[in-house]
């Protein structure tokens, strides 16, 4: 019989298919289906810091009455009451999903300055909460801010968080910094017990006729989980934390080249939101049929072993395998047609 279970954060999960971060988890009923169909553990959408500055806000303006920058706030985040239920119904959608289905629970954080909405994860730790994602999802536009400075202030958000909680904490970073490796282990260091690789950036389109930006959201492609396999097998071994992959997974292939990679645990969205939440029983019926025909007995058993270490030939994960991709390539006859 194969082994699918997987620890992640400290909590031993059935399998490593675990629910990303998304409206999918937005309700009790909905966790409870993707718990029906074997889904590990869910990620709670994000609640953001300009939701919780905009909260402790709107309690100033009670008090203070008339300050006009209230308002502005306001129509700045003109859906954030919509998408993710808002700070008190927060807490009480994991004390529900805590009450009714039994795999972990793990609420999610999304700011990037230090400051008193912090404190928030105390509560998500109270409601019950299993554990909290840090989603630190910077775009730094002001050019006079360098990467040192943006990273250093990521750390001590991680280790504020960090002591102020029992439960254990993950990291969800970005893919855009010079030295990933390096960051992982600052992080690490920082105190966060699980990185999440990577962020998916929401990045803006432009309507040429009206010459508009216009945000799109489009999901996920499976392509897009080749750069998470390889900081992935890059940092395994690296890191006390445990590592995830986050953008890409949508078959029980991809999750086991997740775990060869040397992640804990896979992340999914995308593909339930477009296949339905039934895929998630599919995927994981796969991903027992693929190891019992591989001769895995368990999920333990394979975990990191085509990572940088692990694999024969470590220079496939660096410049070398780059330069030799490149020149491989060889020019389709057609190319200079006209
Ligand atoms: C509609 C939608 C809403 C999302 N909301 C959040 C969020 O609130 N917080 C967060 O950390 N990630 C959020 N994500 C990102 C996902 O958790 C995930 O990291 C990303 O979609 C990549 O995984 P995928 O390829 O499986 O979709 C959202 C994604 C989608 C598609």
Partial sequence: MTDLTTKYLGLTLRSPLVASSSPLCDSVENISRLEDHGIAAVVLPSLFEEQLELESASVDHDLARGAESFAEALSFLPDMQTYNLGPDRYLELIRRAKERVDIPVIASLNGVTAGGWTEYARLMQQAGADAVELNVYAITTDPLRTGEDVENGQCALVSGIRRSLRIPMAVKLSPFI????????????????????????????????????????????????LMRLHWTAILHGRVRADLGITGGVHSAQDVVKCVMAGARVAFMASALLKNGVRHASQVLADLGSWLEAHEFASIAEMCGSMSRDAVSDASAYERGNYMKVLSSYTLKSGAFDD
């Fill in 178 to 225: 010079s030295a990933p490796a390096n960051m992982g282990l600052r992080l690490d260091q920082a105190g966060a017990d699980a990185l999440v690789l990577f962020n998916r950036f929401y990045q803006p389109d432009f309507n040429i006729d009206d010459r508009e930006v216009v945000a799109t959201l489009s999901l996920s492609r499976p392509e897009e989980l």
